[in-house]
């Protein structure tokens, strides 16, 4: 078994340690004796959605986001929306969560019409929305995911994609609506940056299995020993919670 992740604008998009989503995925996946190839697709390279099973997007500032405009529509926009219209993984966070949306309207005025992939968009705001913060995830009751936000754009959902969960504490989508990260077909895209899996072991495994089911049609993960993993979410989850 193998599965072929694609990192998109890993040179471009990687703030507070995003790549270590990557790391986190791969491991657990080999933990479990599963193969994985990462391929990083950057500014300028043909992007084959049809080659991978999952994709990740970093998070990036409104300058890097701008630069990116020209490539996405230079052919990767098609290749993102197909994919993600069959069923293939995604996970984005922060400024490529937003990209995946409609457009990102700076808090300065500048305007990015960005993919369109989901139904959301991003306005900027003056206030930047930063700090440790943690949202229930509804798909797994029970599960308190525990996260680092920093964003100045606040993001709103249309009704064709649904929230990740509801904030319990911190800002999420926009600090209004108490929504926090959207969900569509196999796409997970969220606020929370680079420690997003590795402390939230439950959350990684099921966005694995996504992959891994559409691919071959089963997804039995093996239990690995989170104790370090759950230490590490429950200790950020008191200091926030209680
Ligand atoms: N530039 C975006 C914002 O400030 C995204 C920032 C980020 O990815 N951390 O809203």
């Given at each position: 078994m193998e599965l072929k992740i694609c990192h998109l604008y890993p040179d471009v998009l990687n703030l507070y340690g995003d790549r270590g989503n990557i790391i986190c995925m791969e491991q657990r996946l080999r933990q479990r004796g599963i193969d994985v190839v990462t391929t990083g697709v950057s500014v300028g390279e043909t992007l084959r959605?049809?080659?991978?099973d999952l994709f990740f997007i970093g998070g990036g500032q409104d300058f890097e986001q701008e630069v990116l405009l020209g490539d996405l529509a230079n052919g990767k926009t098609a290749e993102i929306k197909a994919a993600i219209e069959d069923g293939k993984t995604f996970l984005a966070i922060c400024g490529g969560y937003q990209m995946l949306g409609h457009y990102y309207k700076t808090w300065d005025g500048q305007m990015c019409d960005f993919?369109?992939?989901?139904?959301l968009y991003t306005e900027g705001s003056k206030k930047r929305m930063i700090g440790d913060y943690a949202f229930s995830f509804d798909e797994l009751p029970g599960v308190r995911v525990v996260g680092f936000e920093n964003h100045s754009g606040k993001t709103y959902l249309g009704p064709g994609v649904s929230p990740m969960g509801t904030v319990l504490k911190g800002f999420g989508n926009?600090?209004?609506?108490g929504t926090e990260g959207a969900r569509y077909q196999n796409v997970f895209a969220t606020y929370s940056h680079g420690c997003l899996l590795p402390k939230n072991p439950q959350l990684c495994d099921y966005i694995l299995k996504t992959a891994l089911q559409r691919k071959f049609g089963e997804a039995d993960l093996a239990p690995l020993d989170d104790t370090l993993e759950n230490a590490a979410h429950d200790y950020m989850e008191s200091r926030l919670l209680s």
């Open positions: 959605a049809s080659d991978y993919t369109g992939a989901l139904d926009n600090g209004e609506d």
